[in-house]
């Protein structure tokens, strides 16, 4: 079996069944056995749990598993640990893949047949599907280039710098790179845990290859886990830069190891986007649907958290939005906790009219 599709499913069910009938009949390889989909279902507590046994009776290439509440990240490592398929890929349970994108993936891959090997980790362009809007997403990596050596560093640098690599689904992974992995069972992460994903990937991978090609479909889904505000979201990417902070110190080294005096600023960019995390855990509680005592308390514990004292004066990367720098500038001023709270009243305020007029 030459592929695997990893699926982590929690609270799906508005969602699951067109996305897994559409890469079913959107992609030749699920029908001709040549792909296997692996729903990992953690803990869900609508009717996701059912719908997944109901597609892995429909379709032959679907398997479920239950796995409890065990977060996305751990999820994510079952699905690997129970995959076939020589090549992993990943997609979330309200995206899909363009018609023919693993066919695509499948050449690609057929293509290195004149190098020693395949690359360990290949990526690939994708389209972000908001409203009626579509973004194509493109790198500035050579096509079908086979980077080695010194030449990911091209790769590490853009980790540090940004968040187009941060996700699992713009990736297809060789199978062999992923033996010896840590499980990591008791970490439970929704929050940074594709960030943290995606560095062991790239940190393992002595070759990886760029497909500029379109081939998966993103849904810029605000309703998600990752859309939603959480009082467990601070803590988790806590969790999740503190341990990226491992690989940014190897990749630094190694750098400065390969070319002695050259300057390397990786920490540099990681705390800018450190910056960038209190900001979108400020900006995600004052715009949350959550009543106006609860955003007051969420709030002060954001600013109370020694993540936030720590890194929410920093710098923000110069890529970040417009929202991002206008909510950024009422963090650093005078009674900035005060201002917020108005923020967010008149966005409730606002987003009840709208719901009344929508009835």
Known sequence: MKFSVIVPVYNADNTLCSAISGLIDGQKCCSNGNCEVLLIENGS??????????????????????????????????????????????MDADDCYVPGGIEKLSDFIDSF????????LILY?????????????????????????????????????????????????????????????EVFLNHGEDLLQTAELIDRARSIAYLSETVY?????????????????LTEQEYAWSEFDGYVEQWEKAVLDSIPGEMCNYKELVVRRKALTC??????????????????????DIMESDFYKKYASFSLPEWVSEEDMFIRGIMDGND?????????????????IKGRIRK
Request: hydrophobic share 35%.
């Open 45 to 90: 507590t609508d009717r996701t749990a059912a719908l997944c046994d109901e597609l892995a009776k429909k379709f032959e290439a679907v398997t479920a598993f239950h796995e409890g509440p065990t977060g996305a990240y751990a999820a994510r490592r079952i699905g690997m640990t129970k995959a076939k398929g020589d090549w992993l890929l990943f």
């Open 113 to 120: 047949a004149e190098y020693e090997s395949a690359p360990d």
């Open 125 to 185: 362009d994708w389209e972000k599907i908001q409203s009626r809007n579509t973004t194509v997403r493109h790198y500035l990596y050579e096509n079908k280039k086979l980077y080695e050596g010194k030449e990911l560093e091209a790769f590490y640098s853009l980790m540090c710098d940004g968040d187009s690599l941060n996700a699992l689904w713009n990736k297809c992974v060789k199978r062999s790179l992923i033996q010896g992995m840590d499980n990591k069972p």
């Open 217 to 233: 479909k993103y849904n810029n889904n605000d309703s998600g886990i990752t859309g939603t505000y959480s009082d467990a979201f």
């Open 279 to 300: 900001v979108i855990a400020v900006k995600t509680l004052i715009f949350s649907s959550l009543r106006g005592k609860e955003k007051a308390a969420g709030l002060a």
């Open 336 to 352: 900035a906790q005060k201002k917020l709270l108005a923020l967010a009243f008149k966005s409730g305020i606002k987003s009840w």
